[in-house]
């Protein structure tokens, strides 16, 4: 990594907790990039519960990242969440005086709003960096938290358009993203005023995460969930919402009907009464299945065991900025993917790098075609696996890809 951005001073701002998975994976890694580009890296996160200070503060220091939080407040939502945004904005302009930060590096809408406070009131102006991450609002509605059209959807959609207007260079996670907010973007690199756009999927660290034995790792994880003959689909991650379980469940009925060995594996912290019902209506009992919480660091052990990944996301206005993680995850791993098609980038991605399969139609017939393309996928044998993990490699790396491009889009906004 270059380090001919030394100097460039930035305030990252999560409204998460440092502990959580998405800020573990999502979060640690890119800033980990950030300073080996010669930047030096403070991050705020917003905590919901205990958490060990001192020892999270010595692990993120050794990482070159200085670390500090926010208590997080729920309930009641609305004015928790104004109350966060208040009191965040106070906070960052404190520390962004002191530190003389150069960028307010925003993780989405949220802590967005408090950098456009925070540099508001601040003597020093630093420059704001939009993260979006999602079209938050449309999500939402999606998602049945806002009625479509409400009196909130509308405020917020206020709120973003002067949050776009404030910012000073962008980031979205997919091309279809970049082709609705900003047009015209995706050969100059900028949007119509000149400010920089960078299109940076959700990556993985592929040095530390999914580096090691396969074969042995299959073997151990099989053995021990009692799967050794069986073919295992699995799905990473969220359940209910966006997330479509009622179709997943559908996609492991027609599985199951055409293969009895066919095993369920759901790595999720989302309620498993949200899934195991609808796989049990299909014919799978307590032996055809795993549901369980699984921390970031053991995810890639149980996916060198699985055989197909599966990553079904409503598709919506709003899912296509969506980047699903979980893609990565499976390619690394070197696992096909059966996907829905109308998600993010997802469909260009699988077919042109020939690791997947695009379910068009969530039918039975449409299962069963799905089913049947990634079986010849999987008849490649290791050329395939071999192909999944370029592809990760290409698209998805988290130094090659998305450090290097972070270091850049600094550049842009403080050259």
């Not at 969530?362 to 050329?383: F, H, M, N, P, T």
């Amino acid at each position: 990594m270059s380090d001919s951005n030394a100097g460039v001073r930035s305030l990252y701002i999560a409204y998460f907790g440092v502990g959580e998975p998405l800020v573990q994976t999502q979060v640690i890694p890119y800033l980990r990039e950030l300073v080996k580009g010669g930047n030096e890296m403070t991050l705020l996160t917003f905590e919901s519960g205990d958490v060990d200070e001192a020892v999270i503060r010595k692990e993120l220091m050794e990482q070159g990242i200085e670390w500090h939080w926010l208590r997080y407040h729920k309930r009641p939502s609305v004015p928790a969440t104004l109350f966060d945004i208040l009191n965040g904005a106070r906070f960052i302009r404190k520390i962004g005086t002191r530190k003389e930060v150069d960028i307010l590096h925003a993780r989405s809408h949220v802590p967005m709003m408090m950098a456009a406070i925070a540099r508001k009131i601040s003597i020093n102006k630093p420059k704001l960096l939009f993260d979006i991450r999602g079209f938050m609002p449309e999500e939402y509605v999606d998602a049945g938290v806002w009625p479509g059209g409400g009196t909130i959807f509308r405020g917020f959609k206020r709120v973003e358009n002067w949050l776009m207007n404030e910012a000073d260079g962008f980031i979205v996670l997919t091309e279809a993203a970049r082709n609705i907010l900003f047009p015209g973007s995706s050969g100059s690199g900028r949007d119509k005023f000149g400010r920089p756009v960078e299109v940076i999927p959700c990556c993985v660290d592929l040095d530390s995460r999914f580096s090691g034995e396969r074969a042995k790792v299959r073997e151990e994880v099989r053995t021990k969930l009692g799967v050794a003959d069986r073919t295992v689909f699995t799905h990473v991650g969220a359940l209910g919402g966006l997330y479509l379980a009622e179709e997943i469940a559908d996609l492991l009925g027609v599985a199951r009907k055409r293969n009895e060995s066919v095993f369920a594996m759901f790595l999720t912290q989302s309620d498993p009464e949200l899934i195991v019902p609808l796989l049990k209506e299909r014919g799978f009992t307590g032996s055809d299945m795993f549901v369980a919480k699984v921390a970031p660091a053991e995810i890639e052990n149980y996916l060198y065991a699985s055989d197909v990944g599966i990553s079904f996301v409503k598709a919506s206005y709003a899912t296509q900025s969506r980047s699903p993680t979980k893609i990565p995850e499976y390619l690394a791993c070197g696992l096909p993917v059966i996907a829905n098609r109308g998600v993010g980038d997802v469909d260009n991605q699988l077919i042109e790098d020939r690791t997947g399969v695009i379910a068009d139609d969530l039918s039975e017939r449409g299962y069963a075609q799905a089913i049947d393309e990634v079986e010849k996928l999987i008849a490649e044998g290791d050329a395939f696996a071999d192909r999944c993990k370029l592809s990760a490699k290409t698209r998805f790396d988290i130094e090659s890809v998305g450090g290097r491009k972070y270091c850049e889009l600094y550049r842009a906004i403080t050259g």
